[in-house]
């Protein structure tokens, strides 16, 4: 599928209309893409972190360990209700509180990116291209954001000040 800044910018607009859309109220599913997200995953356990307070996506997460050290990576899966596309990212723990956001992670790691990135896309979703995340969307209003500081990652996977 070609996605287009446009196009998301616009299917934003057209579902924050009135005002953002409450996942709670729209019966969006908690579940949806859950059991195409495990097969993908397996065998490593996948997590449903869906929660619509302030957010617009479903939510997994999937743990891969490193050895015997206690450090893991978390693999975040958010697939947008408001357009058909996806975000993941990797978190490096070296405790239960203390992690940071990576980009190069263990080859294991990248693999199971590889087939869970292709997995969504034979799904119909598109990854959204990094440099889109900060795109500001102007003439839409968040509960948390209100209308300074709108992103198209805000819009699409979920809102938080700042």
């Known amino acids: 599928m070609d ?4 196009a998301v910018v616009n299917d934003i607009r057209t579902q924050y209309r009135e005002r953002p859309p409450n996942g709670w109220l729209l019966g969006w599913e908690r579940e949806r893409y859950l ?3 495990q097969e993908a995953c397996a065998p490593h ?5 869906t929660s619509f307070d302030y957010a617009f996506c479903n939510r ?7 050895g015997d050290a206690g450090i893991f990576y978390m693999l975040a899966v958010r697939l947008s209700f408001i357009a058909p596309v996806f975000s993941l990212h990797w978190t490096r723990y070296e405790s239960q509180t203390k992690g940071s956001v990576v980009s190069s992670v263990p080859s294991d790691c990248s693999q199971l990116e590889e087939k869970l990135r292709k997995t969504l896309e034979r799904a119909g979703l598109t990854g959204l291209p990094d440099e889109w995340f900060e795109q500001e969307v102007s003439g839409v209003e968040l509960e ?9 990652g805000k819009c699409l996977f979920e809102d938080y000040e700042g």
Request: charged fraction near 10%; proline fraction near 0%; glycine fraction near 4%.
């Open 3 to 6: 996605l287009t800044i446009e």
């Open 35 to 37: 059991l195409l997200v």
């Open 45 to 49: 356990a996948v997590v449903n972190a």
């Open 60 to 66: 997994y997460e999937v743990n891969l360990s490193e």
């Open 144 to 152: 948390l954001s209100g209308t300074s500081n709108v992103t198209i």
